[in-house]
């Protein structure tokens, strides 16, 4: 199983991006898809996440900014980014938790990160 992340670069503040992620390999099932960021010096953190069946869950930080969808049938999870602030720079990294095999047993994968710079 694969995560591979597309988009993020760098904009000026209040400017918009968007980032993507597909999960290809031996799927059996997806629990959750979303995505973390992890800032120089700091803890990796949830940006959003989208659990099967469920409704999308965001950091405080960027609620009413951000926007998480999923595409159930290609296996992807994409993260709209506006209004975005200089604290908002980070690498972007995509998260989903998938079953590999029939026995439900989740496992925990990440994609490869994407960097989204954010200038003032």
């Known amino acids: 199983v694969q995560l591979q992340a597309s988009g993020g670069g760098l904009v000026q503040a209040g400017g918009s991006l968007t980032v993507s992620c597909a999960a290809s390999g031996n799927i059996f099932s997806i629990n959750t898809m979303g995505w973390y960021r992890q800032a120089p010096g700091k803890q990796r953190e949830l940006v959003a996440s989208f659990r099967t069946g469920g409704r999308p869950n965001y950091a405080d930080s960027v609620k009413g900014r951000f926007t998480i969808s999923r595409d159930h049938t290609k296996d992807t999870v994409t993260l709209q980014m506006n209004s975005l602030k200089p604290e908002d720079t980070a690498m972007y990294y995509c998260?989903?938790?998938?079953?590999?095999?029939?026995?439900?047993?989740?496992?925990?994968?990440w994609g490869q990160g994407t960097l989204v710079t954010v200038s003032s």
């Open positions: 998260h989903a938790q998938i079953s590999a095999t029939g026995d439900w047993t989740m496992i925990d994968y």
